[in-house]
């Protein structure tokens, strides 16, 4: 079946930092959707982003199709962005297949 | 925004009970889901459901585990005989289309 790895699995940043977080998959997807996983546990969808660029406030992000990754970009950061951030890609059939997360922590 | 709720938000039980996890799609979605995250691990696949059958389930989703969709409205996921094991977060999401998908805020399932 497909991997999806995410890098860096943690990373510890000061309020105000930028940071890239980055999902790769082994093989063509579909779909993919970037989610926030809040401290209390909620899935918050960030983005659907198959492939180019989308840009929401502070975040933005790009997947490169092709080349089987996307990026999730992070500016400015606030102590709210702090949490657990999925990808998640539609392979073969409609299910997502979650990756292993990269776990933020913002300190003011 | 229309978005998917589920309850209860917190469930305990004992091993060997029955529960019962209740979520209410978007009211236009056609497509269901089943997700479970168990604590510290990233989120799994469970179950897909479209057209009032199951359209595909996971390894996880043995004979303990049911789904129906009792109305138009309640999409349920039901766990027969709890183990310690089944303790996670379950998550509800739908689809319009089977693409994009909206989750739910979860169900935290302790079970003792």
């Known amino acids: 079946g497909i991997q999806v790895e995410q890098s860096p699995p943690d990373l510890i940043l000061q309020e105000g930092a930028n940071s890239t977080l980055r999902c790769n998959f082994s093989?063509?997807?579909?779909?993919l959707q970037w989610f926030h996983q809040n401290p209390w546990g909620q899935l918050i969808n960030l983005f659907y982003i198959p492939s180019g660029t989308k840009q929401n406030g502070r975040l933005s992000a790009t997947t490169v199709a092709t080349e089987r990754y996307s990026l999730l970009y992070i500016s400015s950061s606030q102590t709210t962005d702090s949490g657990v951030y999925f990808c998640a890609v539609v392979y073969n059939t409609d299910k997502l297949i979650f990756g292993t997360g990269t776990r933020l922590q913002v300190f003011p | 925004e229309p978005e998917v709720t589920q309850t209860p938000s917190h469930q305990v039980t004992q091993m060997g009970q029955e529960v019962i996890l209740r979520c209410v799609p978007i009211?236009?979605?056609?497509?269901f889901y089943w997700y479970r995250q168990i604590l510290g691990q990233k989120v799994e696949f469970l179950v897909s459901?479209?057209?009032?059958?199951?359209?595909?389930k996971s390894e996880i989703f043995d004979d303990q585990f049911s789904v129906e969709r009792p109305d138009g409205s309640n999409f349920t996921l039901k766990i027969r005989s709890t183990k310690l094991e089944d303790s996670a977060m379950y998550f509800c999401?739908?689809?319009?289309?089977?693409?994009?998908?909206?989750f739910g805020p979860g169900t935290r399932l302790t079970v003792t």
């Open positions: 999401a739908s689809s319009q289309t089977g693409t994009g998908k909206g």
């Open positions: 459901f479209y057209n009032n059958e199951i359209s595909e």
């Open positions: 009211s236009n979605h056609l497509y």
């Open positions: 093989d063509s997807v579909n779909n």
